[in-house]
């Protein structure tokens, strides 16, 4: 069973950066579409970014796109979210999910498959 563990979340000032982490367990991500969700409170769940590990093929939210990169590291079974030019609406709870054999714009827009814990991340003066 695919497990999927976050880390590299923290407090940051607004125009800093950020490297968030998923390591993944239990399966090799062949063919898994692989990405980061977040959600703030009162807020709905955003799609942020996704990838697929076969093709690295991306996705990414308007509200991000310029500023945050997904990529992926096959041979470590992991995948980052590069954060710069970070505002304070960024500040969220930030997941990793993935789907087998879904595209990456399916796995951002639909969130199905396995998931994890979930890391903060505080964007703050």
């Known amino acids: 069973q695919l497990q999927l563990v976050e880390s590299g979340g923290g407090l940051v000032q607004p125009g800093g950066s950020l490297r968030l982490s998923c390591a993944a367990s239990?399966?090799?991500?062949?063919?898994?579409?692989i990405g980061w969700f977040r959600q703030a409170p009162g807020k709905e769940r955003e799609g942020v970014s996704c990838i697929t590990t076969s093709d690295g093929n991306t996705y990414y939210a308007d509200s991000v796109k310029g500023r945050f990169t997904i990529s992926r590291d096959n041979a470590k079974n992991t995948v980052y979210l590069q954060m710069n030019s970070l505002k304070p609406e960024d500040t969220a709870v930030y997941y990793c999910?993935?789907?087998?054999?879904?595209?990456?714009?399916?796995?951002?827009?639909?969130?199905?498959?396995?998931w994890g814990q979930g890391t903060q991340v505080t964007v703050s003066s």
């Open positions: 239990g399966a090799t991500l062949d063919y898994y579409a």
């Open positions: 999910a993935a789907d087998f054999l879904a595209s990456a714009e399916r796995l951002c827009r639909y969130g199905l498959g396995s």
